[in-house]
């Protein structure tokens, strides 16, 4: 039997890296604001995310089998990531055919219509969202109130911090509330020290690195504080910012989305301090309280730029002075 040698350059080491073990790392990384969640909304927050990954997952298997021919992968947990983060960027109580709409969007537009995973230039889960903030802003503005008191999660509609941040700063809640989570807002930004948990577990297991999620999170505190220090007004509070909203999930789950940050060190620098000057940008000035992921997908829009400009040039290769 003939045997074919392959030459190829080293280093020739495997890492111990799959796509199925770094995208189920992150799954596992979810399940602290995951239960966070569930204490907060029962049983809807289980709905809405099992429908969500559902929807996510269907719709890939059907386009990739029937439209775009090929073999589906729905194994490897790309699916099922961007089913539970689009879950985790809207109210419990949202319509089921709008989540559904929003899972096609992601999945069918964003990602497939690329081509597939580690193609898409766009994070789906984000644009899931903001084709539901756009289209459906009463339903994705709608927040219920939390069942924690034993109340219906959709009897009563309140206001998220970010919200009373902007309009009602005096009605805001403990800083301490606001790290535990247990307020309104979408199903995965309850609880900033859940999100924190799983931050430091995807550190540990080396899927991620701490260079995007400090940039964005040191940005934010630095441009929030300057602002506090000239005028100490709640709007302008550090931690206020750090611990309310979708900061933490869109740093620590979002933006380190392999696919469309930057390769580079120095890159995902510049990306991570893009994207916390424009979501503090937007959330004081703009006209939406939360300004997370606009922020990532604007720079999403410039990773191709990011990387062309921090990427080292290879050995050997002539450098043309001016």
């Not at 219906?152 to 509330?177: C, I, R």
């Not at 709640?234 to 392999?258: C, K």
């Not at 000035?285 to 290879?314: C, D, H, Q, V």
Request: aromatic share 12%.
């Amino acid at each position: 039997m003939e045997q074919k040698l392959i030459v190829s350059p080293s280093p020739h080491v495997h890492s111990g890296d799959t796509i199925p073990r770094n995208m189920y790392a992150v799954l596992i990384a979810l399940i602290p604001a995951f239960l966070v969640a569930l204490y907060t909304f029962r049983l809807d927050a289980l709905l809405i995310t099992a429908l969500s990954v559902l929807f996510c997952v269907g719709f890939e298997y059907l386009i990739v089998r029937f439209v775009m021919k090929k073999e589906p992968a729905i194994l490897d947990g790309s699916a099922i990531i961007t089913g539970v983060l689009l879950a985790f960027n809207v109210p419990s109580n949202l319509p089921v055919w709008i989540l559904a709409l929003g899972a096609l969007f992601a999945i069918g537009v964003v990602k497939l219509s690329f081509g597939g995973l580690g193609n898409n230039i766009f994070n789906p889960a984000i644009a899931g969202r903001i084709f539901l903030l756009i289209s459906f802003p009463a339903q994705m503005t709608s927040w219920p109130a939390t069942a924690i008191a034993g109340e219906a999660t959709d009897a009563v509609s309140s206001a998220t911090v970010l919200g009373l941040l902007k309009h009602s700063p005096e009605a805001l809640p403990a800083l301490q509330q606001m790290f535990l989570g247990f307020e309104s807002g979408s199903l995965g930004e309850m609880s900033a020290a859940a999100l924190l948990l799983g931050l430091v577990y995807l550190l540990w297991r080396r899927v991620i690195t701490w260079h995007i999620p400090f940039t964005i999170l040191a940005t934010v505190a630095l441009f929030t504080g300057i602002l506090f220090l000239i005028d100490p007004l709640p709007q302008y509070n550090p931690l206020i910012h750090l611990f309310s909203g979708g900061l933490m999930l869109g740093a620590v789950f979002m933006a380190t989305d392999y696919v469309t940050s930057p390769l580079t060190k120095k890159g995902m620098i510049i990306y991570g301090a893009g994207i916390g000057f424009i979501t503090v940008a937007i959330r004081l000035w703009g006209a939406y309280p939360e300004g997370i992921s606009f922020a990532i997908l604007l720079m999403n829009a410039f990773t191709p730029l990011i990387n062309t400009y921090t990427t080292p040039k290879r050995f050997g290769e002539a450098v043309k002075h001016g």
